[in-house]
């Protein structure tokens, strides 16, 4: 199963033949699929994307920190094939876009080197007939909640698209020298920071990027997130996620905050 | 790499002159800024890795006498005499000062380093601040991790400085409205560590019956000693940070780590936002009762 349209399983198919006939599927809860019709959008249903992928291996220097770009490039091709697969049910559905996406990794016994990317959603159209797709023709992708999307929308601003950049680092160990030169001391090490700094950013910079790509204005609720997965403590992937955005209206619908006193918990 | 001006790493040059903004901001966040007239400019960080040793000065642990004076240090003495030598003959509580510097080190390298970023895109301040610490892949390695969305304040004069503060969202708009700014993060480690007296050791064993010491539940004093001296050191860094200003949303944290039977390290965090007054006292609308229907 490569990345082409089409080549979704016969199975999920059939799931949206059914969904197409008027049933709609989701995960929100009863409060999110209130405040997303409140803001003119439906369900039509509930979609998802996978991808089993081997990310293989790469030879790294045991003193020198470097990025495993191989590494990276399985990492972020991975994900790429479940969000667009889950993008393509979506479009199946003739949604305008996919909410609460959720992006997770999955490790199998039965699988060495190998993971399960999973990319899960609620498809979304907008009640007016108007397309919402981004600038490259496709449904949006969020993984804002319900109450977060009707929040942004009442600021003006439109999701564009769930933006991603990863970075796989190898950290260097510190050589017999290194070490006994600092023992006992608490000083900073400056190249284990430049590292991880570097990592970061190179991380943020490629998030960065696909927003500018979708023609975004800025990107809401970043996350950081590091994991060594199955590589050892040394060599962490570092990854950026967040929703991109533009401005649509300049007009700014959300009510003035009210100061609250809650009687309950 | 010292916590000195463009310290910054090449690629946090590249990202920042990017134009579009990042957020770490949640939704509900973003949009009380932009409410408040705050505009923000992009997710900041700063990092600093730092080698960590928890044994700083040579001989404690071996006599009561040994290391240096500085900061807190008390005695406990063994009241039942020479029994064997296993039982400890005496007991001691003495602040850590070389964790408590380095620590400080760390973090104002990286909190430095994001506010250096900060200054990069022109903004005013840094809001929904967020730090962490932890260990690194090697053994004895620790990094200090502060992130935040720096933020422009709409139709303001270029700033001078640039201020921080962990709040964001509604909490900061009731600072705003109770009439304070915020003026920056505080933040201090204060470490005491615990060299059990015998005392101390059967308390914590549940073996106290047997030396004389009281039976019934009671208070172990030089723990209770210890916790209290390193609370009251971390209130004392930061009072000193805080230069005349008021502190806000206080948070106090305590940890504990047992290098062996007998032998503790007890710290205390202590985490606010410093605040000053800019304009009188104005009382807040009187705030509404609500019950959650959820």
């Given at each position: ?10 199975a999920?198919?059939h799931?949206?033949e ?12 009863v ?5 997303i019709k409140?803001v003119g ?8 994307g996978s991808s089993i ?11 020198q920190?470097?990025e ?6 399985a990492m972020?091709n ?11 049910e ?14 997770d990794?999955?490790?199998y ?6 993971a399960?990317f999973i990319?899960?959603g ?7 007939g108007?397309?919402r797709l981004n600038?490259?023709?496709?449904p ?7 109450q977060?999307?009707?929040t ?10 769930l933006?991603?950049g990863?970075?796989?680092y190898?950290i260097?160990?510190r050589g017999?020298?290194q070490t006994?030169?600092t ?6 090490l400056?190249n284990f ?9 190179l991380?943020m910079?490629?998030m ?8 975004a204005?800025?990107i809401?609720?970043v996350?950081?997130?590091e994991?060594?997965?199955?590589w ?5 992937e570092?990854?950026?996620?967040g929703?991109?955005?533009?401005k ?7 009510a003035?905050?009210t ?5 309950d918990n | ?8 790493p090449?690629?946090?040059?590249r990202?920042?002159?990017q134009g579009?903004?990042t ?6 966040d973003?949009?009380?800024c932009l409410?408040?007239?705050?505009e923000?400019?992009g997710?900041v960080?700063?990092?600093c890795?730092m080698?960590w040793?928890?044994?700083g000065?040579?001989?404690?642990g071996v006599?009561p006498?040994?290391?240096?004076s500085s900061?807190?240090?008390?005695n ?10 296993e039982?400890r003959?005496?007991?001691?509580n003495y ?5 408590e ?15 250096e970023?900060?200054g ?15 260990p690194l892949s ?22 001078h400085?640039v ?9 900061l ?6 009439g304070?700014?915020?003026v920056?993060?505080?933040s201090s ?6 060299l059990s007296?015998c005392i ?8 106290g019956a047997?030396?004389?010491?009281n ?13 209290n001296?390193?609370r009251a050191?971390?209130?004392s860094?930061v009072r ?5 200003d ?10 504990t780590r047992?290098?062996a039977?007998g032998d ?5 965090r202590?985490s ?9 006292f104005?009382?807040?609308t ?6 959650r229907l959820?």
């Open positions: 199963m490569s990345n082409p349209t089409n080549d979704l399983p016969q999920t198919e799931r949206l059914e969904l197409e006939k008027g049933l709609f599927t989701s995960d929100l809860s409060n999110e699929f209130l405040l409140e959008f439906h369900p039509v249903g509930f979609v998802m992928y081997h990310t293989g291996i790469q030879t790294r220097k045991w003193s920190s470097q495993l770009t191989k590494l990276t490039e972020y991975a994900r790429e094939l479940a969000m667009n697969r889950m993008e393509e979506a479009a199946e559905l003739g949604a305008d876009g996919v909410v609460g996406v959720r992006l990794v999955n490790y016994e039965w699988g060495k080197d190998a399960e990319a899960v609620t498809a979304v159209k907008a009640e007016d108007v397309s600038q490259l023709g496709k949006f992708t969020s993984d804002l909640s319900g977060d999307f009707w942004l929308r009442q600021t003006g601003y439109m999701p564009q698209g933006v991603m990863t970075c796989v190898h260097a160990h017999i020298g006994l030169g023992t006992g001391q608490n000083v900073e400056p920071t430049q590292a991880l700094y570097e990592a970061r950013e991380a910079t490629r960065q990027d696909e927003a500018a790509r979708l023609g204005s800025g809401v609720g996350r950081l997130e994991k060594s997965h199955q050892g403590s040394h060599t962490i570092f990854l950026a996620l929703t991109a955005v533009t649509t209206s300049e007009e700014m619908t959300l003035k905050p100061t609250i006193i809650s009687l | 790499m010292t916590p000195t001006p463009s310290d910054l090449e690629a946090a040059k990202r920042l002159s579009a903004f957020s770490g901001l949640s939704v509900s973003f949009a009380a409410e408040m007239g705050l923000p400019l997710l960080q700063g990092f890795a080698q040793t928890t044994f000065s040579f001989g404690r006599t006498f040994a290391g240096s900061g807190y240090v008390e406990y003495q063994c009241p039942h005499g020479m029994i064997s030598s039982h003959m005496w007991g001691q602040e850590q000062t070389w964790i510097n380095s620590w400080r080190d760390g973090f104002n390298s990286a909190y430095s380093r994001m506010l970023e900060a990069t895109l022109g903004a005013h301040g840094v809001v929904g601040l967020i730090d962490s610490e932890g090697d053994v004895g390695v620790v990094e200090f991790h502060l992130s935040g969305t720096a933020v422009r304040v709409l139709d303001a004069p270029a700033p400085h201020w921080s503060t962990y709040l964001a969202g509604q909490r708009a009731k600072i705003f409205e109770a304070y700014a915020p920056s993060v505080v480690v204060a470490s005491v560590r615990v007296s101390t050791e059967y308390l914590m064993g549940g073996t047997m030396w004389s010491v039976a019934e539940t009671t208070e172990i004093e030089q723990i209770v000693s210890a916790q001296e390193s050191i971390a209130r860094f000193a940070q805080l230069h005349g008021a502190l806000h949303g206080a948070s106090m944290t305590g940890l047992e290098f039977q503790l390290e007890i710290q205390s202590l606010g936002n410093r605040i000053r007054r800019f304009k009188d104005d009382p807040l009187a705030p509404r009762p609500t019950v959820s």
